[in-house]
T-cell receptor
């Protein structure tokens, strides 16, 4: 079975341009996370979904970031407009949603804003 | 959410046991201890987790102190492929399932 799939793997854009990242979680996983990881740092949670509902988006910069998880499966994270400081790796993870089950991470999307 | 404290970096000789400590002195009774590792340019990989009992799987062993304020991840026979950043995380259940990462321990396994 495929793990968490993210695309694209790499993205280079100019500042002020929009960008979108896509995540396909493991089948049957109700909980989906988006993380941002800056160079040399641990991943930071941006948003957590339970099915199609965003249950924790307190760390999502809502002025330029948005996310959706229509139908409670795939998810998209968007940045508009991108800033230089948004350069980072964006990670998606999914889990069955109980604390005694592990979360699985995708390979991430490395975003470079120039 | 409970916070964790880990050493910034550690070295280990290949074939020897790697013991990675973690302090989580504010952990609550319903919080699990999780360990993940991240090899360069990859997403974090699950290793092991536990609540209060020691756990072992094919990758590692997890030793949790009786008061649950600290734990140790043990890689019994480290290989060069174990070189990675190791994250210790405490995870609250259900309504506040955040899976918060710290800065981790960078383990360097040398020949």
């Amino acid at each position: 079975e495929a793990g968490v799939v993210q695309s694209p793997r790499y993205k280079i854009i100019e500042k002020k341009q929009p960008v979108a990242f896509w995540c396909n979680p493991i089948s049957g996983h109700n909980t989906l996370y988006w993380y941002r990881q800056n160079l040399g740092q641990g991943p930071e949670l941006l948003i957590r979904y339970e099915n199609e509902e965003a249950v924790d988006d307190s760390q999502l910069p809502k002025d330029r970031f948005s996310a959706e998880r229509l139908k409670g499966v795939d998810s998209t994270l968007k940045i508009q407009p991108a800033e230089l400081g948004d350069s980072a790796v964006y990670l998606c993870a999914s889990t069955q949603g109980t604390p005694n089950t592990e979360a699985f991470f995708g390979q991430g999307t490395r975003l470079t804003v120039v | 959410d409970a916070k964790t404290t880990q050493p910034t970096s550690m070295d280990c000789a290949e074939g020897r046991a790697a013991n990675l400590p973690c302090n989580h002195s504010t952990i609550s009774g319903n919080e699990y201890v999780y360990w993940y590792r991240q090899i360069h340019s990859q997403g974090p990989q699950y290793i092991i987790h536990g609540l209060k009992n020691n756990e072992t799987n094919e990758m590692a062993s997890l030793i949790i102190t009786e008061d649950r304020k600290s734990s140790t991840l043990i890689l019994p026979h480290a290989t060069l492929r174990d070189t990675a950043v190791y994250y210790c995380i405490v995870r609250v259940g259900y309504d506040t399932d955040k899976l918060i990462f710290g800065t981790g321990t960078r383990l360097q396994v040398f020949p």
